[in-house]
């Protein structure tokens, strides 16, 4: 590791101004593999408010500067960025596997695609859009620009630690933000390597800046400072609400990615196995770690028995262990905390009178013990109004739920507080297209349960988004705001 950021015994530091800084509280809390709990990453700041308000001091100082940079020379700064994530993205991999969990596959793919996707928005520095219209007044120029909007805190979750930050940080440096980046407690390693890459690529001092510690001790400082001009956050609805109510006084913007109760809807689709196959991967990747992940399956009646089957036998083929393991097709639970939550949603399942179809238990035993595991779970006989089918359970648990219509289905798809993303499988083309109309949410799939397009928007509707969509160009409504000129000649 880099002595930049680390000192004896596994130290990490924030990085403000340009310099790796001990928190001002001098206090540091340790994080852990949760693959082998026993297993430390390292001790990482417990900042307060005083290191908020220096990172977004900095940030807001030097936000002139990088402003009045030309748009081509910001894209160049990320151009040599994405230039050194792909030189060190098994490194930043590891790391995620190591504090997170996730298999190292799922690691590697993530500063992978975030190579790529850098290499995307650094374009959009030299493509923001205005506005000109012709005027009903003589010798006069009607004329909109874009102007970043100032200071931006990025808040990261830990179920995405590399890709995700990219997602926030990057966007707002190329439109001429600068960035207060805090990840999240779990996952603050990735985070520290971030900083290093950041560094590495020479920007000035103060455009990006790493602020580490619990949300519940700087969020709100960081957040509410009226110097920020713009919060982007991924992570639980509750947050995401309490940010909103912080940040309102000031007038920030927001762009809060938040919860989902994703379903995937089969109905009148002759090739279930192949659904089968796509819904259990999309649920149980990241052990089901994911605001994207599949948890509710409606089927309609007559073939749900028939899909049932095939979901049970292709959870059971899924092999848990450690992420280190390429034999291992899924990793462990972020933490013990995690691990009770899924347990309790399981339990309340049963107790109202859901069957467990396979799984829904915790693994112990041998390379188990020394971690937070969870067995690959269907849940059978799940009515719409039961909990496992409502609330977000954050883990590798598939709620199936049968339905006598499609426009039942549709119904109970979109009877939900969440509206991020929905898959429909059918061979009828007017239901898929009855589907895309009335979905509540702000992604659909047809017959499809692909990686989400680097270069399209990516959010949610009802309390799973609020604020411009990310990724593409609208990040940019975001990150930006307009400034009308009137010119008289």
């Known amino acids: 590791m880099s002595t930049k950021t680390q000192t004896a015994g596994g130290v990490y530091r924030n990085f403000i101004d340009g310099k790796w800084t001990e928190p001002g509280s001098g206090e540091y809390y340790q994080v852990f593999n949760p ?26 100082r030097q936000f002139r500067n990088w402003k009045n940079l030309s748009p081509s020379e910001r894209a160049e700064y990320l151009i040599r960025f994405s230039e050194v ?26 500063p992978t695609r975030g190579v790529k996707e850098v290499r995307i928005i650094a374009g959009e520095a030299v493509r923001l859009e205005g506005i000109a219209r012709p005027s009903d007044s003589k010798r006069t120029t009607n004329v ?16 995405f630690p590399i890709l995700t930050p990219i997602r926030k940080i990057v966007p707002a440096l190329v439109a001429g933000c600068t960035v207060v980046f805090k990840p999240a407690t779990a996952t603050p390693l ?21 602020l580490i510690g619990s949300g519940r001790k700087i969020g709100d400082a960081l957040v509410g400072n009226p110097l920020v001009r713009g919060v ?4 639980s609805t509750a947050v995401g609400r309490n940010i909103n109510k912080v940040v309102a006084p000031n007038f920030a913007k927001v762009q809060l ?7 995937a809807v089969v109905f009148d689709y002759s ?6 196959m796509r819904i259990v991967k999309a649920a149980y990747t990241n052990a089901g770690q994911r605001c994207t992940a599949i948890s509710r399956v409606i089927v309609s009646e007559a073939e749900a028995d028939e899909l049932e089957r095939l979901l049970i036998e292709e959870a059971e083929k899924m092999k848990v262990g450690p992420g280190t393991d390429p034999n291992v097709t899924m990793g462990p639970i972020v933490s013990q905390e995690a691990l009770d939550t899924i347990a309790d949603y399981v339990d309340s399942a049963k107790r109202e009178g859901a069957k467990i179809g396979t799984g829904g238990t915790q693994l112990t035993g041998g390379v188990y013990d020394e971690g937070f595991y969870f067995s690959p779970t269907v849940i059978l006989n799940v009515k719409p109004q039961m909990r496992v ?17 499609q426009e039942e289905a549709i119904r109970v798809c979109n009877d939900t507080e969440y509206g991020l993303t929905a898959t429909v499988y059918t061979d009828k083309m007017a239901f898929a297209y009855d589907f895309m109309s009335e979905v509540e949410t702000g992604m659909v799939r047809v017959n499809n349960l692909g990686v989400s397009g680097g270069n399209m928007p990516f959010g949610g509707v009802k309390n799973s988004g609020l604020g411009p969509f990310s990724i593409g160009q609208t990040t940019m409504d975001f990150c930006t705001n307009l400034k009308v000129t009137y010119i008289e000649y």
């Open 271 to 276: 090739d279930l196995a192949g659904a089968a």
């Open 257 to 263: 990615e938040m919860g989902g109760k994703n379903a």
């Open 85 to 110: 994530l792909d030189r060190n993205k098994e490194r930043i991999a590891e790391a995620a596997t190591m504090e997170q969990g996730k298999l190292y596959k799922e690691s590697l793919a993530e």
């Open 35 to 60: 693959a082998k709990k026993g297993e430390a990453v390292g001790k990482f700041p417990l900042s307060n408010e005083s290191d908020a308000a220096k990172a977004v001091e900095a940030a807001h």
């Open 232 to 235: 982007t956050f991924t992570g």
């Open 190 to 210: 990735c985070g520290v390597i971030l900083a290093e890459l950041f560094e590495e690529a020479g920007l000035p001092p103060g455009t990006f800046n790493l």
């Open 389 to 405: 089918a409502r609330e977000e359970i954050f883990g590798p648990v598939l709620a199936v739920i049968r339905v006598p219509s």
């Open 144 to 159: 909109a620009d874009r102007v970043p909007i100032g200071v931006v805190a990025a808040i990261a979750p830990w179920n």
